[in-house]
């Protein structure tokens, strides 16, 4: 709160008295001097009046024309007359004058009378600049005197004041600053007033006391300085340790309760603000809490270090963490819990990655050994699979050699068919390299004698197709895939102990991220074969062996070799795939490999005349895709069909390419990682040309936004990747579509 000064409130009052008073009466005796001047004014207007009413009395009677005007002119020249206006009794002007008008002039008007008779009017009009300047003159004195007399009283109320109360206070003042600075002895004799001595008195009084208590509080604050110091740096010491540490830091009583609660929020279960007075189960998941209260009672039993790891759901996912609890006393124990996550994930990914390095290591030791046999067998089978044909040729038709011959030469057809399984595991197997439709691989095997023994022993065994029709094709070896086929499907049929379904699928994929399973899975273009069935599974220690060679559950001598599944992973790795494995045991088993689609074949198909009535007139078409290799598949294979192709790379580029162009048809994706998706697209298109004629894609399946977009307008779903019929049909079938549509319409 600003401090106030006496001295200067009595001198402002003083001074405030002295002038309203001395203003009050200035302003009467101005408003006085002002009525006086004004009663004056009306008087001489009077007086005008009348001396002009007799003056102009005998020239009017005598209508002495000349003489009215000298003496209207003659009362003309007084600056104080505005205006004149001298008339007969009939209205006749006889004279008239008149200068600026001021405001509010003093007007008269008199009758000009001669023998008793009136014979005429005058009327003139007297301005106030007289009065008004005399007013001024009036009221710039007053204040002149007013201004005069506030100097005096201020000056004078200075003098006063200063000898009266500023002198002695300044005295009690620097004796009070004396006993301030320390001087005990000062006693103020030097103050005379009575009340200011009273106050000298009681402050001197005040000052012995603070002086002593002063005494007493430096000692003391010297000692709590001192401990506080210590404090503070023993805080700052453990503030900082503690701020260092990532980890979530915690105190716990001897019933599990969070005393205190510290770390990064990431590591934490809770906000502290949460968890501070709360038992672990209200904070902590049951099966966690349970762990809790476990270490923790052995904690405080046995005095050491506790260290445990456990999992935490948080924030959408799965985080791995490892405590470490220590009991300082009997009714307190510590905790530390560190995110162990990455190295659990990496400890994870390291052991995954090392199984598969050293499952191909096994591989590959195993196929080189099968591959050495084979070689030998392949020397040792040439006699038993050659001469016996020999033989049979030039023995008689009645020997009874035949049978035993024959017998001969099917063991050394089936040896072979062993070694050519060897050196396919050995993956030597693979001569023929040629493009293959899998489809067409899987219903030739169905059309096998093989298939055919294979469905006389599994009577009760159902089997389902669904094969893509415009799979991709893949460049590999017939014969090997073939047997890939073969295998997989007896394998499945194997597994099924009474009825039960084999399930064929392919299709094509377009895999976009790195992909971790089984077999890792790159980016690209795949065709995709899926064999699945609902027999007995396979328990996850035997899925780490199944192609292993010789690795079998099934009775040897029965039910194959043991090396169909062996035989598998050695054609599918010559072909560059990957295979991924999923089982649970009563449930059934799904196998499911990846092959590289032939992209170059599929760009070259269609050649002329296989695909003259799909090729376009040269209509305008716009591809809409954020993905550039999509973006160039597509422009390639509709440019080939003989369309005028433009492609953006957005929604919104989409949408402003449209504002300025019109195209026959838009070729649109529907899932575009940046910006808008293509059913907001398309939303926008035909808010900018209704009715725009649009194909649909997608990597993924047919979804609620695929069908919003159809029911919005859109033609065709095609899924990618792209085939070349299978675009052109597409584009073709919606372009002839919205021309039956025109005509219809017409």
Not at 116 to 131: E, H, M, N, T
Not at 329 to 347: F, K, P
Not at 461 to 481: A, N, R
Request: with cysteine.
């Amino acid at each position: 709160m600003r401090r106030r000064s006496i001295s200067m409130e009595l001198s402002i009052s003083l001074v405030l008295l002295v002038f309203i008073v001395e203003g009050v009466l200035l302003l009467l005796i101005y408003h006085r001097q002002a009525a006086d001047l004004f009663h004056q004014l009306q008087a001489k207007a009077d007086e005008y009046a009348i001396n002009l009413s007799e003056t102009l009395a005998v020239p009017i009677w005598d209508f002495d024309d000349e003489q009215i005007r000298r003496i209207g002119e003659g009362f003309a020249r007084n600056d104080r007359v505005t205006a004149i206006l001298i008339r007969g009794v009939d209205g006749t002007v006889h004279f008239e004058f008149r200068r600026d008008n001021p405001d509010d002039p003093i007007v008269r008007e008199v009758s000009i009378v001669h023998t008793g008779k009136p014979i005429g009017q005058v009327r003139f009009s007297l301005s106030p600049d007289a009065y008004r300047k005399d007013l001024a003159w009036l009221r710039n004195t007053a204040i002149m005197v007013l201004a005069v007399s506030l100097v005096v009283i201020v000056i004078a109320t200075g003098i006063v004041l200063r000898v009266l109360m500023r002198k002695p206070l300044a005295i009690l003042r620097q004796g009070m600053d004396r006993v301030a600075r320390g001087d005990g002895d000062y006693r103020f004799d030097e103050v005379h007033h009575e009340e200011l001595a009273d106050i000298a008195r009681r402050f001197r009084k005040m000052a012995d006391e603070v002086r002593h208590r002063e005494r007493s509080l430096q000692k003391e604050v010297v000692e709590r300085k001192r401990a506080e110091d210590k404090i503070r740096e023993s805080d700052a010491r453990t503030r900082a340790i503690l701020n260092a540490i990532p980890d979530g830091l915690f105190q716990f009583d001897r019933d599990g309760r969070f005393l205190d609660m510290r770390g990064d929020p990431k590591n934490l279960p809770e906000s502290p603000d949460r968890c501070i007075g709360r038992e672990i189960g209200y904070v902590m998941p049951a099966d966690i809490a349970r762990l809790f209260r476990m270490q923790l009672a052995r904690a405080f039993e046995t005095g050491e270090v506790r260290v445990f790891e456990y999992e935490l759901a948080s924030g959408g996912r799965v985080r791995n963490y490892e405590c470490r609890l220590v009991a300082v006393s009997e009714d307190l124990a510590l905790g530390m819990s560190r995110n162990i996550t990455d190295q659990v994930t990496a400890a994870a990914e390291k052991k995954r990655l090392l199984e598969q390095l050293q499952r191909a290591q096994k591989m590959e030791a195993i196929g080189m050994l099968a591959g050495g046999v084979a070689h030998d067998l392949n020397n040792v089978l040439s006699g038993l699979v050659s001469y016996p044909e020999l033989i049979l040729m030039d023995l008689p038709a009645q020997s009874p050699l035949h049978k035993p011959i024959r017998t001969i030469q099917k063991s050394g057809e089936r040896a072979a068919h062993i070694v050519q399984d060897l050196l396919t595991l050995a993956r030597r197997g693979v001569s023929v390299s040629e493009v293959v439709n899998l489809n067409q691989v899987i219903r030739e095997y169905l059309k096998s004698p093989e298939y055919e023994l294979l469905r006389a022993h599994h009577t009760d065994v159902q089997l389902d197709l669904d094969l893509s029709d415009d799979l991709f094709d893949i460049t590999g070896s017939p014969v090997h895939l073939n047997k890939t086929v073969m295998n997989l499907i007896s394998n499945a049929a194997e597994a099924i102990l009474k009825e039960g379904r084999i399930r064929i699928e392919t299709e094509n994929r377009y895999v976009d991220a790195l992909t971790k399973g089984y077999d890792d899975i790159q980016e690209g273009d795949y065709v995709v074969l899926r064999v699945t069935d609902n027999g007995i599974g396979i328990s996850e220690a035997d899925i780490e062996r199944i192609f292993e060679p010789f690795y079998t559950k099934k009775v040897m001598g029965r039910s194959g070799t043991g090396l169909g599944m062996a035989v598998v992973w050695g054609t599918v790795k010559d072909h560059r795939g990957t295979i991924d494995v999923q089982s649970h045991q009563a449930q059934g088993t799904t196998v499911t490999l990846h092959f590289p689609s032939n992209k170059e074949h599929r760009m070259k198909a269609g050649e002329p005349g296989t695909l003259e009535d799909l090729k376009g007139a040269g209509e305008r078409i716009l591809v809409v895709d954020d993905v550039e290799e999509q973006r160039e598949i597509a422009t390639g294979m509709l440019t080939r069909l003989g369309y005028q192709v433009e492609s953006v790379s957005s929604g919104e580029a989409a949408a402003d390419y449209l504002k300025t162009h019109r195209v026959d048809m838009v070729v649109l994706d529907m899932i575009m990682d940046a910006g808008i998706d293509g059913l907001e697209t398309y939303r926008r298109i035909v808010r900018i040309h209704p009715g725009q004629r649009a194909v649909i894609t997608s990597g993924f399946s047919e979804s609620d936004r695929v069908h919003e977009t159809r029911k919005l307008g859109a033609g065709a779903y095609v899924k990618k990747p792209y085939r070349f019929e299978t675009i052109a049909k597409a584009v073709k079938t919606e372009l002839q579509r919205g021309l039956d549509g025109g005509r219809n319409r017409t």
